[in-house]
């Protein structure tokens, strides 16, 4: 179904760009969010990654991992990118006190979960959120990453052991 929409896309079919937006805006944006830690950074990135593959269409992605293989390694180039500019010109706390009036923050374990996948290193929060949130093989993740299947095997052991570790406190007494 989705190469046909791709292909639509490629026709220059208006309607087939929206379903094709839409049907990713949902799955690369909240990964993006995650990436990056800020939302707004998040759709901008999506968009430019989403226009950037489409510019690259003449490669008819012929992956196996097609369309989507491509989008989300685009996604995360672009993604590291910023944060790699983030950290030569920071812009301030990447995670603000909340607003005057707004409800009351959950310091639970999902909250401790995402400050400690935050505080991951780039490499290995980025094989971990295609892994854990996207669902993707290790084979598919290699491919977006354009490294072997044993590096993201690595990664992935070591962003666990971080994770565990970072967690731990929070379970000790919960069993």
Not at 17 to 35: A, E, I, K, N, S
Not at 111 to 116: K, V
Request: proline share 7%; no cysteine; hydrophobic share 40%.
């Amino acid at each position: 179904m989705e190469e046909g929409l791709v292909e639509r896309v490629e026709r220059l079919d208006p309607a087939a760009f929206t379903d094709l937006y839409r049907r990713w805006q949902g799955r690369v944006v909240p990964y993006l969010h995650r990436l990056v830690g800020d939302p707004a950074t998040a759709e901008d990135l999506f968009q430019e990654s989403f226009l950037r593959a489409l510019e690259g269409r003449a490669r008819r992605w012929t992956s196996p991992s097609g369309f989507s293989g491509w989008l989300f390694r685009v996604a995360t180039r672009l993604g590291l990118d910023a944060l790699r500019r983030r950290r030569r010109h920071p812009l301030g706390p990447l995670d603000p006190e909340p607003a005057a009036g707004a409800p009351p923050r959950d310091h639970g374990l999902a909250d401790e979960l995402r400050h400690a996948v935050a505080a991951l290193p780039d490499s290995l929060r980025t094989v971990f959120l295609l892994r854990a949130q996207e669902e993707q093989t290790y084979a598919e993740i290699a491919r977006t990453l354009g490294v072997s299947e044993v590096a993201v095997r690595s990664r992935m052991f070591y962003a666990r052991r971080r994770l565990a570790a970072a967690l731990e406190p929070h379970l000790e007494g919960r069993s």
